[in-house]
């Protein structure tokens, strides 16, 4: 073991963050677990105990073994140890986690906290150390945690990229113990007077949102006068769902669901698995409030609370120049990289820029000028909202990244300093924007994933309070600010054993979003809200619904007081049998229940029995049932006279330890001949119940008939005809006797030598007989001749419904299959369904019950089998099949890759979608040969490249030798062109640039959104965009009316600046060496009025893209 300073851990990527034996495909939640602490053995320390093990793993490649422990090592004063999955947990990703060593041996309700990283270090550069960190609670159910999808094996087994030297693999842990308190102990309201959200997924960003939102009391207010009616229903309406969740929240004593909320939204549950982004959240809620809230007595509340407007301005310094424009927010943006601080951030934000030399500024009637570019303020709204610019696009490693940097904020923010050097100078001077301090809202975690809470002063006096989903604590300012800031933390080391030399931990968890509320505003927006408030109807439904939920808790808290006996008679097995049901007796969901207090005496229960059925007392007899060891449950013995005096808390415990809330009997009766309840035989040792069960091949009908007492030393051949008369046959019909055993995993069903005692049968009180003609079990025109072909058949039928491929939310039609059909046998009926004579060409795809959408890849041609093995996903079983209807049949078709290119013409306005399908090893230039035979060229010896667009921009040009097998184009648009002349003979000076077109969307803070088609331009060396835009017009064919209103902008990071005619174009593209060229562009600003393509769709399919939308 090694003890060292760790190199900040700023390595993100993608990641699940689960218990290693959980893993599972469908949506998780991504956001780091705040499991439950429970009493145990948290340490009691405040600076926690911390270190680093090292682990090097010898000829890392050629180790066979699923999973690898490392050495236990020591850190806080517990055994650790690192897991690892080198081929992956069921992913084609490196698993690892972090797993207390001794978990099998530790007391029971044992628990302990901590944060920790683990990193797989390169070798050849350490800046390329893969390393992420998480925090958890760890205990008896979750002993081991981390990540399943840690790093791709394809990068970890490449030797050029430095994570496998000379077959060494290092892995490291860097872990510090926290000290945690009893988690479920804490009553929040009691504790605060405030409640918390619950957490249906990943919806903590949601949470703390919404907190932040209910403690403006001024918000709060407006949202319970929007007018709402009682025929209203929550999940329905925005306004009703948020009405009812700021009510709960602000009376209610415990935590508060926001399942109506979400579903009010749209949202289904896959979307509130999903983490968004807090701050695209809030504007999208805002702005759904701001048109809600149209026409009604609240208008214009969140302009009036949030909206702020700012100045942008370009004055030129030697002539009398100035252009400006006025623009509104409802948020701000601020900077934390390079920025010590909120005030550092508005510095920059105000920062003039010179725009001199080759980046002068085109003054209408002065021509090209020195000029100065900058922003002011006209005015700041009452309540300022800053988001924190925490994550940021790393060019370098293309890929987004999170800013933990040290960023301070302070408690009271004066935007009037320094003579209000932040204002223009048409703000009204007269307003003070000093600001005090209301929420901070703060993100734990990395970029892919984390965890959301929030630090709120409701009442902006001095006492803070956390708010993490459903715990609400007292704080204090240092916790709510400074541990906020971000930066590094100093862990002393005090392991005995170890050098004392204190490691430097990166802190993930820092403010991300900030709410000011300005002093002058303060009374009017903290202002006093009460019941008065809120609708009439609103009220009566909220109280009649913590009534319902005080009657629920009420009678879950009585519960040990009552037990629940199931009554099953035998008209509950007619009833019941060869319709719900076909093995054992009955379904007890499905029989009368009655909640009797514990103490009740038994022969009183028989009182209300007899009440009930009109059964006198006397002529009762229950019987207790039992679970079998072959799982099946069956009735096993009479209660004594003793058993029946007893009361029924004593009985349920005698009867039944492992499900002690229910008492299951059956309820014997004797009818005579007038069907009139009667006296009870005597039932001695000899005697066994048995009960009975006829089948009928021809009607395919399995029926109760009735039960029986035999005697152990008698033989079924001498009561033939007492069963025929039961199943109403002949007293000399021939009949085959079958016993049904078990059904679980599989069907026993034996049949039964009439000549034996049912003692040598071994046949007993509760047994099953199936019975049926003998001369109905020969005959091949029945599909299930006999009582054990029919119960197989019955044990494993299957109901599939079949969607197209291409409808996945609708069922088309039902086919009744059986779970060992294979492969063949399932494709064989599909196709005689779709009247197809060849069933090789159909296609099938399993259901993700997680996603409810289908997977992604399709079942491979005889690659499972058994139908089972199609409907199975995990620990569900689904009862959807997607099929489709190839051209080829499909063992031809898993030979050969299809791709979707859409080829765009070089004269003609047309895009047309081609299907190319080639060998797997075939090249990107074979695809293009394959498309020369489908398409028309402009010239017989045009040549033409493969584009992938994604979100309208062109990430990659494929290189001619690139094999297509593990080119995707599910979720990017692979695009072929013919490559233009020009570009066969670029000059030395020439650059070849991205032009896309783009629009701001005013509804998301004028964020810039590309649309349309885009392209590559060739720009010569001094040529003004007024040369470039001829040949732009010219190219794409734009009225000159309707080019007059583009403008043109030079946009790095999506960030326009715009360009006068006379700017030379090619000094603002003068680096070569910007990796992502997409990301630096030459924008075409416009409306989008071209139609929508249809092939457009699968560019929002990516998961990791889907923006929020709130639908209602």
Same mark, same amino acid.
């Given at each position: 073991? #090694?003890?060292? #300073? ?31 602490? !429970? ?12 270190? %680093? ?7 890392? !490649? ?55 990283? /683990? ?11 893969? =390393? ?6 760890? @205990? ?16 970890? $087994? ?50 703390? *949102?919404?907190?932040? *939102? ?14 709402? #009616? ?23 004593? #415990? ?14 549950? &896959? ?41 942008? &301005? ?8 100035k252009s400006t424009r006025k623009e509104s927010f409802y948020d701000l943006q601020l900077d934390v990289k390079g920025c010590k601080d909120v005030y550092a951030s508005f510095d920059k934000y105000?920062?003039?820029?010179? +725009? ?27 309540? +300022? ?66 965890? $959301? ?41 005090? @392991? ?42 609103? %009220? ?12 629920? =808790? ?24 060869g319709r719900d049901i076909y093995f054992d007796l009955v379904d007890h969901e499905k029989v009368r229940s009655f909640r009797i207090q514990k103490q009740m005496p038994f022969n009183v229960f ?14 009762? %007899? ?7 060891? @072959? ?71 399995? %029926? ?70 003998? !001369? ?7 599909? &299930? ?29 039902? /086919?009744?299959?059986?779970? /060992? ?75 050969l890759k299809t791709l979707k290119v859409a080829f765009h013409h070089a004269t003609k306005d047309e895009v047309v979608i081609h299907t190319i399908r080639l060998p797997k090893q075939s090249t ?92 590559? /331009? ?16 010219? =190219? ?52 989008? @009025?071209?139609?929508? =393509? ?19």
């Open positions: 073991m #090694t003890l060292m #300073t760790p190199p900040p851990l700023d390595q993100e990527d993608d990641e699940m963050l689960v218990p290693h034996n959980d893993f599972v495909e469908g949506p998780q939640p991504l956001e780091v677990a705040k499991e439950a602490a !429970s009493k145990g053995d948290s340490q009691a320390v405040d600076d926690p105990p911390s270190g %680093r093990f090292t682990w090097t793993i010898e000829n890392f !490649s050629r180790l066979n073994t699923k999973k690898l422990y490392s050495d236990i090592f020591f850190i806080g004063g517990y055994k650790w140890r690192i897991l690892i999955f080198p081929k992956g947990n069921n992913v084609d990703h490196l698993s690892m986690y972090l797993d207390v060593a001794d978990s099998a041996t530790l007391p029971y309700g044992w628990s302990r906290y901590a944060q920790f990283s /683990l990193a797989v270090c390169n070798q050849i550069h350490n800046k390329y150390t893969v =390393r992420k960190d998480t925090q958890h609670q760890f @205990n008896a159910r979750e002993s081991d945690w981390g990540f399943t999808s840690f790093m791709p094996l394809g990068e970890l $087994y490449d030797p050029s990229r430095g994570f496998l030297v000379n077959d060494k693999c290092v892995v490291e842990a860097d872990v510090a113990v926290r000290k945690v308190a009893d988690y479920w102990s804490h009553d929040s309201k009691k504790e605060t007077g405030y409640v918390g959200l619950k957490n249906q997924g990943a919806t903590c960003y949601m949470n703390s *949102l919404l907190q932040t *939102l209910y403690h403006i009391p001024y918000i709060r207010k407006a949202v319970y006068h929007m007018p709402t #009616t009682e025929n209203d229903m929550p999940t329905g309406s925005i306004p009703l769902a948020l009405q009812s969740l700021f009510y709960k929240l602000q009376y209610s004593d #415990t935590s508060v669901a926001t399942k109506e909320l979400t579903k009010s939204f749209g949202w289904d549950t &896959y979307d509130s698995f999903m983490q968004h982004d807090v701050q695209e959240l809030n504007r999208v809620l805002c702005e759904k409030l701001e048109d809600k809230m149209k026409g009604t007595v609240v208008e214009g509340t969140i302009q009036q609370l949030f909206e702020g407007h700012h100045m942008n &301005y370009i004055e030129c310094v030697n002539v009398d120049y105000v920062e003039v820029e010179c +725009l001199e030399g080759d980046n002068r500024y085109h003054a209408e009637q002065y021509g090209l000028q020195d000029a100065r570019k900058g922003v002011l303020f006209i005015d700041f709204p009452p309540v +300022l909202q800053l988001q924190l610019k925490r994550f940021e696009y790393d060019f370098m490693r293309d890929t987004m990244v999170k800013i933990n940097d040290r960023y301070e904020f302070p408690l009271q923010l004066d935007l009037d300093r320094e003579n209000g050097k932040y204002l223009s100078p048409e703000a009204d001077r007269s307003v003070r924007n000093l600001y005090t301090l209301q929420s901070v809202l703060v993100h734990s975690g990395g970029v892919h994933g984390g965890h $959301y809470y929030a630090y709120i002063r409701p009442t902006i006096l001095d006492q803070w309070f956390k708010f993490d989903d459903e715990r609400v604590t007292k704080e204090d300012v240092k916790r709510a600010l400074e541990e906020q800031y971000g930066g590094e933390e100093e862990l002393p080391q005090t @392991n005995p054993g170890f050098n004392n030399t204190p490691f430097k931990f990166t802190k993930y968890s820092n403010a991300y979003m900030l709410v000011y509320i300005r002093e002058s505003d303060k009374d009017k927006i903290i202002c006093n809200v009460d019941e008065k408030d809120v609708a009439e109807h609103l %009220r009566i439904r909220l109280k009649k619904e913590q009534e319902e939920k005080e009657q629920k =808790r009420k009678e879950k808290a009585e519960a040990h007081l009552y037990t629940v006996i199931k009554v099953a008679r035998n008209e509950d097995l007619v009833e019941q049998i028989k009182e209300e029995v007899a009440k009930e059925f009109g059964i006198p007392v006397q002529y009762q %007899r229950f019987w207790l049932w039992a679970k079998r060891q @072959n799982h099946t449950y069956r009735p096993n013995r009479p209660l004594t006279h003793q058993e029946e005096a007893q009361s029924v808390g004593q009985l349920r415990e005698v009867s039944n330890k492992a499900n002690n809330a229910e008492l299951k009997l059956f309820l014997e009766l004797e009818l005579g001949p007038d069907m009139q309840p009667g006296a009870l035989p005597e039932k001695t040792k000899e005697d066994i119940l048995l009960f009975f069960k006829l089948y009928d091949p021809y009607k395919e009908e399995l %029926r109760y008939i009735g039960r029986m007492f035999v005697k152990g030393a008698g033989k079924p051949i001498e009561i033939l005809a007492r069963i025929n008369k039961m199943a109403g046959f002949d007293p000399d019909e021939e009949i085959e006797l079958y016993e049904e055993i078990k059904f679980e995993p599989n069907v026993m069903c034996e049949h039964i030598d009439k000549k034996l005692t049912f003692r040598t049968s071994q046949l007993e009180d509760g047994d099953i007989i199936c019975l049926q003609k003998i !001369s109905e079990v020969v005959g091949e025109q029945c599909r &299930y001749p006999d009582v054990p072909s029919f119960l197989e058949y019955v044990h494993n039928r299957q109901v599939v419904r079949f969607r197209s491929l291409e409808k996945p939310k609708e069922d088309e039609f039902s /086919l009744e299959l059986s779970k /060992l059909h294979n492969y063949d046998d399932v494709v064989e009926k599909v196709a005689r369904h779709l009247g197809l004579d060849d069933p090789s060409k159909i296609r099938l795809t399993s259901h993700n019950c997680y996603s409810q959408q289908p997977k992604p890849q399709p079942v491979k041609y005889r690659g499972v089998e058994h139908l089972s093995d199609m409907l199975i996903h995990y620990n569900q079983t689904s009862d959807i099949l997607y099929y489709e209807v190839l051209d080829i049949p499909l063992p031809e078709l898993q030979g990107v230039g074979d695809v293009l040969d394959d498309l020369k035979t489908k398409v028309e060229l402009s010239h017989p010896c045009a040549e033409l490249r493969l584009l992938e667009v994604f979100y309208h921009k062109i990430y990659k040009i494929f290189p001619l030798s690139e094999k297509i097998e593990n080119i995707n184009d599910q979720y990017w648009t692979l695009r072929a062109e013919e490559i233009p002349e020009e570009e066969k003979n670029l000059g030395p000076h020439d650059r070849l640039i991205h032009v896309y077109h783009f629009m701001k969307d005013t509804t998301q803070n004028q964020q810039v959104q590309n649309f349309g088609e885009p392209f590559f /331009l060739v720009i010569h060396e001094g040529e003004t965009l007024a040369e470039v835009k001829v040949r732009i017009q010219k =190219r794409l064919q734009v009225p000159d009316e309707e080019f007059a209103k583009w403008k043109f902008a030079f946009l790095s990071l999506s960030r326009p600046d715009y360009l006068q005619d006379s700017d030379v174009v090619s000094t603002r593209f003068q680096r070569r060496d910007v990796y992502g060229a997409w990301e630096q562009y030459l924008g075409l600003e416009h409306t989008d @009025n071209a139609p929508k =393509r249809s092939y457009a769709a699968n560019q929002n399919r990516h998961a990791f893209e889907k923006p929020v939308k709130i639908y209602n």
